[in-house]
């Protein structure tokens, strides 16, 4: 029997990714279905319920699971949900369809990833969404932009299916479903293992993080994602070479793992440090380390809001516990990485490390401190944007917490 921590909402995960001749026989069949396109976020979320990884869920969110995620964090079956996964369409396509009747979803390049019963059709108040979920309505914030982009209708059913892109292929040996993960976990004993989410190469930050974690669990499993973007973040090829270039010359062997899913970034901020627990949870994760400003974005959040949401939901929400971590920062004085519950020294001693001021100085060319990254990982780093072209560049700009 595993002693990893159980699936969300569940005592085995919830797969819906078809294989064999069942997906053959599937695939044909949704060749003559009416066609509804996903988005890239609605891809991302329709591979992570093809593998497991939004265990218990069986598809596409109704209305009255949309709206009790939205106020109170729960699915009408009682089961805790942060953020609501949702599909929608343009309302000509909604009008077409009939409630019972199955669709064909397919991406921006026409490829069939999977089925859908379409249960419900429903509208939803996007503005009530995003202030729910994002804390604000402003269309500057990525994920703002996103749901009020989505279409008029929302379709909800469960799904089957049938591919999960690129991610295999494009990033074999890093991409891992959460059967994989917690194959792997077993095999090397791991009983308690830590999460680290990442969107950025790991500076020296993210490095005093995860060897905390390593204190306390029996090894760490990097978590990057490997979905879209904003503008001007890393590449997930160049992230997974200067992440592993990190974890072979700095920590010892046995204690991290290197791994990727397939999702798009919302930048939710606390909700979304909650659904980053829920899913590393089927990934068979016990903790998720949570540290300054966790998938935020600007000044939308306080620094720590992602922390204190743990202690705003039903204790018994979540099996995958949050490891809660103050600020870290180089202190000269202490001559290494350190925390404010650590080092007794004045703000001057300090440098504070960021991903946006690493990609600000690397993007320009600036000298980078030694006590912000390791020199191999800079080396990396640095061919990286050395070979971009000038319309490839983004302007970096220090903003809300980055910039302090």
């Known amino acids: 029997m595993s002693q990893l921590v159980k699936p969300h909402g569940s005592d085995t995960l919830n797969i819906l990714l078809l294989d064999g001749a069942e997906r053959e026989q599937a695939l044909a069949a949704a060749a003559d279905l009416p066609k509804v396109t996903l988005s890239s976020r609605e891809r991302g979320d329709l591979i992570m319920l093809g593998i497991g990884g939004f265990t218990p869920l069986d598809g596409f969110m109704g209305q009255a699971d949309w709206q ?52 419900e059709k429903y509208t939803i108040d996007k503005a009530h969404e995003c202030q729910q979920v994002f804390k604000t309505t402003d269309e500057e914030h990525p994920g703002v932009k996103m749901v009020m982009a989505q279409g008029e209708v929302n379709l909800a059913g469960p799904v089957k299916v049938f591919s999960q892109g690129e991610f295999p292929e494009k990033y074999a040996g890093i991409y891992m479903t959460p059967e994989e993960t917690r194959a792997m976990f077993e095999a090397r004993g791991w009983k308690t293992v830590a999460a680290f989410q990442t969107r950025n190469p790991m500076h020296r930050s993210h490095e005093h ?113 949050p490891l809660k971590i103050d600020w870290t ?71 809300g917490h980055s910039a302090r």
């Open 68 to 119: 009790g995620v939205c106020d109170n964090m729960a699915l009408t079956n009682g089961v805790f949900w942060p953020i609501p996964i949702t599909l929608s369409t343009d309302a000509v396509t909604a009008d077409g369809l009939a409630e019972g009747s199955e669709v064909a979803l397919v991406d921006a390049d026409g490829e069939i990833m999977g089925s859908m019963v379409v249960n």
């Open 329 to 399: 920062f180089w202190c000269d004085k202490c001559g290494t990485m350190a925390s404010m519950r650590t080092c007794p020294h004045s703000a001057e001693d300090r440098v504070l490390v960021s991903g946006t001021k690493l990609r600000k100085l690397l993007s320009e060319g600036g000298d980078v401190p030694d006590n912000f990254s390791r020199p191999e990982v800079l080396a990396v780093l640095r061919a990286y944007y050395e070979g971009l072209q000038d319309h490839e560049k983004v302007k970096v700009e220090l903003k």
């Open 209 to 321: 993080l995860a060897k905390i974690a390593i204190e306390i669990c029996d090894g760490v499993m990097v978590h990057s994602l490997l979905g879209n973007l904003k503008p001007g973040d890393i590449p997930a090829e160049v992230r997974q070479e200067a992440i592993g270039t990190l974890v072979e010359h700095y920590f010892v062997e046995n204690t991290v793992v290197q791994s990727g899913y397939p999702l798009d970034m919302r930048y939710a901020g606390p909700r979304e440090a909650l659904l980053h627990a829920l899913f590393r949870q089927n990934y068979g994760c016990s903790h998720l380390i949570v540290g300054r400003d966790h998938a935020g974005v600007g000044d939308y959040y306080g620094p720590f809001d992602a922390h204190h949401i743990f202690d705003e939901i039903p204790e018994d929400a979540l099996i995958t516990q």
